[in-house]
């Protein structure tokens, strides 16, 4: 019998762990509280056994007062040198850690450390997993990187997968709130996908909600959602509430950030009393000061002040320790829109000379000091540190060592610029605004060009916008869309101004509108140009009398105007029509690139890369049947020059990579083109297949040098479909121009297969006969809408506005 019990227990305790390890902790409490029932006076180790495994499910549900209550007893000495022994201290250290009693956590965890190092090495990872959470909590991340890193080596060395994973998502947490993003990023990937290899459900959840914090971190919003939401579905269907609880907060959060006000206002106040119920002060602080930053957005102060008042008592009680920071720099804003200065200085300066400060809570109290200085009518001392919060967060971008995560990071310290440049509009000192604003332009793209362009690095103060105007024979529309005010600046040879616009809550939802509207759109009359008249309205019209009829017109979008074609507005008078009718429009990055391009030289040769009619590789990829005249019709108007052209199964990635493409002037590519909404330079242009490789990535574009005066992209979403604050809509027309081609055609949308070569054809006909890039693609663009035939569908915006011209440097 007594033989038959032990095998029991141990079996019962091999289940409960294992499914503590997958993250079932539904199942495990179960069996836990059975095993429990089970234990009789006599089974002394096992009673202890199943009731640290009790304690550890109690605690990982952060219910850290129940988790202690079941341990307050000590251990039998004949336990002592025990794995038991670890195993209680361990638990109770990561119980007091939960209920931020760190001192005490300390105390467990060199306890546990000690008696694993004697008597229990192979549980030492274990421990130091456990003891760098305490380190990190205690913001003391370097010590908690060593620690971490030390666990990672000794669970590889005994083979624990289960720790060398939990130690991989610890050290990518590091790398993130160290402000190492590439860093964590990758080492999150890899406990990603090391935990799905070993099904540590629990795991998978966590790492998923840490990759969403990167994410976060890195302005990438919508990859963020993403994340926190298989996160907090995952824990909660796991029986990790207090979890899943906190990945709600973090989605609240970021549909914040998204300007979804009422979805992250619900899930605000659901997470907040779900949080309190639960007793999770912590969790109850961060929503709380969420909710003070979304009543400050929507400019109920009351309100503000009422959540930030529930977040000081918790923390002057001592029952949260981690948004202490955040809590302060809120009050501050709240101060200052009380005109109470003194008490608003204090609590931005205590933000600002904490050395555990976050750096985003730096710059934005930087940002906070100067509203209370320019309320002060201290507008020296407010433009100090307008200018200290920008430094801050350009300092921290230009440590990024990625593309991908540079640009998205830009996100982050909008709200900074937005700032600045509000308050040097309201100073009447709009050309140093529009400076300010050029700054956050296209850093990625300048930084790339940076061997070809000269101007790439110059100060935006430098640069002289009327002369560029002059240079390229244009005017210019330079847009700023900001979270209380947008700007349009109109710069022509003779003159700069600028009309103040709505704020993006106004304009972001029109310009969403309009692009589901124009893809149904037959003409300007229809029934779908209401929100195209009313983006008109608000975008041109302002500035409509300072520009000339037939003039070449040079868009800086912001924001998601990028993935709007000002072509398809909709102007009033005489009778609705197009705007495309009336200019000839060219969409730019930044001024510091146009102002380079006005001083390059266009090449004299005409010189060919075509690529297309590639071999599909699977269904999604149909066979385009007009693909072969288009590159015919292409190839005609460039006889006797140098042409390479890759078609069938020889246009494969690696052969157009070997064709040395920076030695042409013109690139045409007419395939299948994909875009990566969250990741943009996974974006790819489609080739033939070779071995598991067909796509032609975004990010293997920028690594080739080109001097082409001209890449068309003749396929779907060649532009890509998402924006970013300052690099504009990232995906191959993008990744072309950080190449160095001087211009690129990509398209906004899928582009038609029918009418693509017939206006590629009149495109290239319009060019060589001595017409710019512009003028050329505009004629060809006319030619479809007023096609002869009143039946022709490629009348319709969708056939004719996919096609973009962006200007490189």
């Known amino acids: 019998m007594g033989c038959r019990s032990e ?38 180790a096992w009673s202890w056994r199943f009731r640290i495994q009790k304690a550890l499910i109690l605690a990982s549900r952060l219910a850290a007062t129940e988790s202690l209550a079941l341990l307050k007893e000590d251990i039998p000495p004949s336990l002592a040198g025990t794995d038991i022994a670890v195993r209680k201290n361990l638990v109770e250290g990561m119980a007091y850690r939960v209920a931020q009693e760190f001192g005490k956590a300390e105390e467990k965890l060199q306890s546990a450390q000690d008696l694993a190092t004697q008597s229990q090495p192979a549980m030492l990872c274990e421990v130091l997993n456990y003891r760098g959470a305490l380190e990190f909590d205690l913001k003391r991340y370097a010590e908690a990187g060593a620690v971490y890193q030390r666990a990672l080596d000794l669970s590889r060395q005994a083979k624990r997968r289960e720790q060398e994973a939990s130690a991989l998502v610890s050290l990518a947490r590091v790398a993130t709130i160290q402000e190492r993003f590439g860093e964590g990023v990758d080492r999150g990937q890899a406990a990603l996908d090391l935990s799905i290899s070993l099904d540590m459900q629990g795991m998978v959840a966590t790492t998923r909600g840490n990759l969403g914090w990167s994410y976060f971190q890195l302005g990438d919003f919508e990859g963020a959602v993403e994340k926190f939401k298989q996160a907090a579905e995952d824990s909660q269907r796991l029986g990790l509430t207090g979890y899943s609880l906190y990945w709600q907060g973090f989605l609240a959060q970021t549909y914040q950030e998204l300007n979804d006000y009422a979805s992250a206002e619900a899930l605000l106040k659901t997470t907040v009393e779900n949080a309190g119920k639960l007793g999770i002060k912590q969790t109850m602080t961060e929503n709380l000061n969420s909710l003070v930053r979304l009543s400050l957005k929507t400019n109920h102060l009351d309100e503000a002040e009422n959540y930030n008042r529930q977040a000081l008592q918790i923390e002057e009680a001592g029952l949260d320790h981690f948004g202490v920071l955040e809590t302060q720099l809120l009050a501050g804003r709240i101060a200052t829109l009380r005109k109470d200065f003194a008490r608003s200085e204090a609590h931005f300066r205590k933000v600002i000379q904490d050395p555990a400060a976050e750096t985003f809570l730096k710059w934005e109290a930087e940002t906070g000091l100067a509203e209370m200085y320019e309320a002060r009518t201290r507008s020296a001392l407010a433009e100090r540190e307008y200018r200290n919060s920008i430094a801050a967060f350009e300092l921290e971008r230009s440590a990024i060592d990625r593309d991908d995560l540079r640009i998205s990071f830009l996100a982050r310290g909008m709200a900074s610029y937005d700032a600045y440049i509000d308050f040097l509009i309201r100073q009447g000192r709009p050309l140093e605004a529009l400076n300010v604003a050029e700054q956050s332009r296209a850093r990625t793209l300048e930084e790339g060009l940076a061997s070809t362009a000269q101007a790439s690095h110059a100060s935006p103060s430098k640069l002289h916008p009327q002369e560029i105007a002059r240079k390229l024979k244009a005017s210019l529309l330079f847009y700023w869309i900001g979270q209380k005010n947008s700007y349009v600046w109109v710069i022509s040879p003779a003159k700069t101004s600028y009309f103040k616009l709505p704020p993006a809550s106004e ?8 692009r589901k509207a124009i893809l149904q759109m037959h003409d300007a009359r229809d029934e779908g140009s209401a929100e195209g008249k009313n983006l008109y309205a608000m975008l041109v019209e302002p500035a409509k009398k300072l520009i000339l009829p037939g003039s070449q017109v040079i868009v800086l979008p912001s924001e998601n105007l990028y993935g709007l074609n000002f072509e398809t507005l909709i102007a009033p008078d005489p009778q609705p029509h197009f705007w495309i009718e009336d200019v000839t429009l060219t969409t730019g990055s930044s001024l510091t690139l146009l102002a380079a391009s006005s001083t390059q030289p266009t090449p004299k040769d005409k010189s060919l890369f075509l690529v297309g009619d590639t071999k599909p590789p699977n269904p999604p990829f149909a066979p385009l049947p007009q693909a072969a005249e288009e590159m015919k019709q292409v190839k005609k108007y460039f006889p006797g020059g140098q042409t390479r052209v890759l078609e069938g199964e020889s246009a494969t990635p690696s052969a157009v990579l070997k064709s040395n493409p920076e030695q042409f002037s013109y690139l045409h590519f007419v395939t299948h083109g994909t875009a990566s909404h969250t990741r943009p330079l996974e974006s790819a242009v489609i080739l033939s297949q070779e071995g598991d490789s067909y796509k032609l990535y975004a990010r293997e574009i920028v690594q080739h040098r080109l001097k082409a005066t001209l890449v068309t992209i003749s396929a779907c979403n060649g532009a890509g479909t998402r924006a970013y604050s300052g690099e504009g809509l990232v995906g191959l027309s993008w990744a072309f121009l950080r190449a160095g081609a001087h211009n690129v055609i990509g398209a906004l949308w899928e582009v038609s297969d029918a009418s693509t070569p017939q206006l590629m054809d009149a495109f290239y006909k319009e060019l060589f006969q001595g017409k710019d890039t512009a003028t050329a693609l505009r004629d060809a663009k006319l030619g479809l809408l007023h096609s002869a035939d009143p039946d022709s569908v490629f009348k319709n915006p969708f056939y004719w506005a996919p096609f973009q011209l962006y200007a490189g440097s």
């Open 7 to 44: 095998r029991h227990f141990e079996a019962l305790y091999g289940q409960i762990a294992q499914n503590i390890r997958r993250g079932d902790l539904k199942t495990a409490d179960i069996l836990a509280d059975q095993a429990l029932s089970q234990t009789s006076s006599k089974d002394v």
């Open 507 to 514: 304009i972001e939802p029109v310009v969403a509108a309009y």
